[in-house]
């Protein structure tokens, strides 16, 4: 037997190991179950390899034993094994290259969270061992290795390695545990319904059988880890009902999923994605504590559970794993957040669903209408977030348009749609369809037969502002800004009405000057008497409201009073301001005027009261 010492900067190290660095002290039992997982598929790789290697591959598992009278804990595999050289260079890596630059960074760790989201990328999980273990034995064999070797240590700056005669092949980590303890967050890991806990949890989806002692002697061993990790058989060899049942697992929903989606990437960076799209909206969908629904694996064991870093915001409904095999077993979403390759694979990902749906839309209209109508809402949230995947976003996109009453359009039908001499894609937003379609700004397009879009969630005020346009032609809103709806002969006309009414509208901008910035003429109307409208770039008054709903203050915008020349109100308004030099009488007109327009779009006024008195005036004198 030899006594060996670990250098001073591991006795550091395992002095915070066991003291502060784990917050889940469970983990421990996914660090050993996955190394032994390790290990049964090295063997198996390496009988494959090398013919002449003697090794028994019958019965590959995992086993886990309890004593609780003597209160140890035994993780054993009958895999690969170690020889002595092995034990010295693999479990005596802690003491080898990496444990100063880990120590390094450890330093510069904030908090414990953050010390132990480190210790993954320094291979030496098998040390959180000492968090519920007061001494820890190893005992291994590789099939090459006629003795095995028997590595012990209680974490306290040395361990003892021999050789042992009679060592079966493979490895049989032996924990003498702690006592329980609440307040320190150590369970009893002798309970039986405590293991099974932890490795449904972690290890549900390993290859191998994880096998539990039974507790009373003549017992048969339970196998608790289910394997069934549909994601790594072939798709022809999984049944719908299977998916399903999946799905539940992953989801907590009682419903089939609305479409499966799966997807594998081999070469430098190795993954497989088992993805959902669900059939109905959670209720969270829009609650701030939300939770994304996709589930890191590493080689079948479980890391994390909602991986934010896999999935962008707006398709945080997208249920189901992803099982990479190249990253370590403590990575934390900082790390993940930093890694060129998850980058990789998140837009890998990102492009798969898009495409499913783009699919869906072409040969599953009735499944695609159901997911349009459960989470069209969160997917536009991407137009604004995700630059990259705008187009793809806009190709799978539905609205509600003038051209059906119930029917949405997506923007390639509008386009396939649009009159020859038509430039813009014509929107409007507002807080329904109804109040869209009885808004004043809708009348001379609904009259030349214009299509436009009713966009009416609250995401649509976001980003029609940010998105330019779809395959050439820009958005352009009908309540913003000029539209050009006038042929050359209707142009001309304009001009001369320009002239005869530019007294009446300048004496109308000044005496409404704290209510707008601009009155003009409109070519958008047709029946009604006026309305507002904002500048192209201008905030629109939903908008602000919804900025100051968030606490954030915005400046108020003046809008622009266009007014109907050929209605009579309007006609006879200029005919009373030409027939009379004193205007004071018509000031009343004006700012009802301009209250009915504000109204006709469903705003708000700046002073009711005083709008309710110039009107109950206004019918008085009309008696």
């Not at 490895?171 to 545990?177: C, D, F, Y």
Request: hydrophobic share 40%; glycine share 6%.
């Amino acid at each position: 037997m030899e006594t060996l010492e670990f250098q001073s900067e591991a006795r550091q190290l395992l002095r915070l190991m066991i003291h502060s660095i784990y917050s889940n002290k469970d983990t421990f039992l996914r660090e050993l179950v996955s190394n032994a997982s390790d290990a049964l598929d090295k063997l198996r790789l390496e009988t494959f390899r090398d013919k002449d290697l003697v090794a028994d591959t019958s019965d590959l598992h995992v086993a886990i034993e309890v004593d609780r009278e003597e209160r140890t804990l035994t993780v054993r595999d009958n895999g690969i094994g170690m020889t002595r050289e092995d034990v010295v260079g693999l479990i005596g890596t802690i003491a080898k290259s990496g444990t100063a630059e880990f120590l390094d960074k450890l330093k510069e760790a904030k908090d414990a969270a953050a010390s132990q989201d480190l210790i993954g990328q320094f291979g030496i999980g098998f040390y959180s061992t000492f968090m519920v273990a007061d001494r820890v034995t190893l005992v291994t064999r590789h099939p090459r290795s006629a003795e095995g070797v028997r590595w012990e240590s209680t974490g306290e700056g040395t361990y003892t390695i021999e050789d042992v005669a009679d060592a079966p092949q493979g490895t049989a980590v032996t924990l003498h545990l702690k006592p329980a303890d609440d307040e320190d967050q150590l369970a009893d890991y002798t309970s039986t319904a405590k293991i099974t806990e932890i490795v449904k949890r972690y290890a549900d989806f390993i290859t191998w059988p994880i096998r539990l002692a039974p507790e009373e002697e003549g017992g048969e061993p339970t196998t608790v880890n289910s394997r069934k990790a549909l994601w790594a058989r072939p798709a022809s060899e999984v049944t719908e009902e299977e998916y399903a049942e999946f799905y539940r697992h992953v989801s907590h929903d009682w419903n089939a999923p609305l479409e499966t989606i799966r997807m594998r990437a081999e070469g430098t960076f190795e993954y497989q994605a088992l993805l959902f799209l669900p059939a109905q909206a959670p209720l969270d969908l829009f609650m701030r504590e939300r939770k994304r629904g996709v589930q890191l694996y590493v080689k079948r064991v479980f890391i994390m559970e909602d991986c934010e870093e896999l999935m962008p915001e707006y398709l945080r409904f997208v249920k189901g794993v992803v099982d990479a095999q190249d990253l370590s077993l403590n990575v934390s979403r900082e790390i993940l957040q930093q890694d060129r390759q998850i980058q990789l694979m998140r837009r890998r990902l990102v492009k798969k669903v898009l495409g499913t749906v783009k699919t869906m839309m072409a040969d599953k209209p009735d499944a695609y209408r159901t997911f349009w109508r459960e989470f069209g809402a969160v997917v536009k949230e991407g137009l604004i977030a995700d630059t990259e995947n705008r187009d793809s976003i806009l190709a799978v996109s539905s609205f509600a348009s003038t051209h059906h009453d119930e029917e949405p359009t997506t923007l390639a039908a509008y386009v396939e749609r649009m009159k020859d001499d038509q430039r813009h894609i014509y929107y409007m937003t507002g807080d329904s369809r109804t109040a869209i379609e009885q808004s004043p700004h809708l009348e001379a397009l609904r009259a030349k037969g214009f299509e436009v879009l009713i966009l009416t969630d609250p995401i649509d005020e976001m980003w029609v502002g940010s998105v330019p346009g779809f395959d050439g032609r820009e958005f352009q809103s009908i309540a913003k800004g000029q539209v050009d709806l006038e042929t050359d002969e209707e142009k001309a006309e304009a001009e001369q009405r320009e002239k005869d009414f530019a007294a009446l509208l300048e004496w109308l901008t000044t005496t409404l000057d704290e209510q707008v910035k601009q009155v003009r003429l409109s070519s958008r109307l047709t029946t009604s008497p006026a309305c507002v409208v904002g500048d192209t770039y201008d905030l629109t008054p939903t908008l602000e409201k919804m900025y100051r709903a968030m606490g954030q203050e915005v400046p108020h915008v003046k809008r622009i009073l266009e007014l109907n020349p050929n209605h009579p109100l309007v006609t006879g308004l200029r005919a009373a301001f030409d027939g009379s030099e004193d205007h004071s009488a018509l000031v009343g007109t004006a700012e009802l005027l301009f209250g009915t327009a504000v109204l006709a779009e469903g705003g708000d006024l700046p002073d009711p009261a005083r709008f309710a008195k110039l009107l109950a005036d206004h019918l008085q004198r009309s008696l």
